[in-house]
């Protein structure tokens, strides 16, 4: 019970399955700006009552550049439709750079948890003979990959 209240308040949590309802015709939507582009004039917009005709109407989007692991630039455009897109997934779905890092990820995670949970492994990485083998292995593995 939260100490703050009044005589007659009442707390009301909130709901952890908030969502975004329309908005309602009496209210005025601001926007944020969301693209690199600046606006020639500002600009008044009626009529729009959700986010799906705030979307449609602004397109909004970003130029965005990344650097990979050797220092290469990478310039890819992101586009947005809905508020889903700015979240990790969204972001993470529409660019291949990041979809690429996120597969590297998932496959380090894996890597990890063998080394973690796979008792056959670990025991053969202790043995230096062993650890060698399983290095010459690999190597050879990756100069057949990159052929």
Sequence with gaps: MNENLDIGGMELSPSANE??????????LFVEKLTNQLPQ???IVKGLSNLVQVFDHFKPSVNIEFTDGC????????????LGDFDIKGIVAQSS???DLSSEKTQFLRMMM?????????AAL???ESRQAILESLAAML?????
Excluded: C, M, W, Y
Excluded at 71 to 82: S, T
Excluded at 143 to 147: A, M, P, S, V, Y
């Design 114 to 122: 063998q080394l973690k949970t796979n008792k056959l492994l670990v």
């Design 19 to 28: 969502a975004i309802i329309d908005i309602s015709h009496n209210r005025t």
């Design 126 to 128: 202790e043995d230096n």
């Design 41 to 43: 004039k500002p600009e």
């Design 97 to 99: 750079f990041l979809n």
């Design 71 to 82: 220092g290469r630039n990478i310039h890819e455009k992101l586009d947005f439709h809905q």
């Design 143 to 147: 100069r057949d990959l990159e052929r």
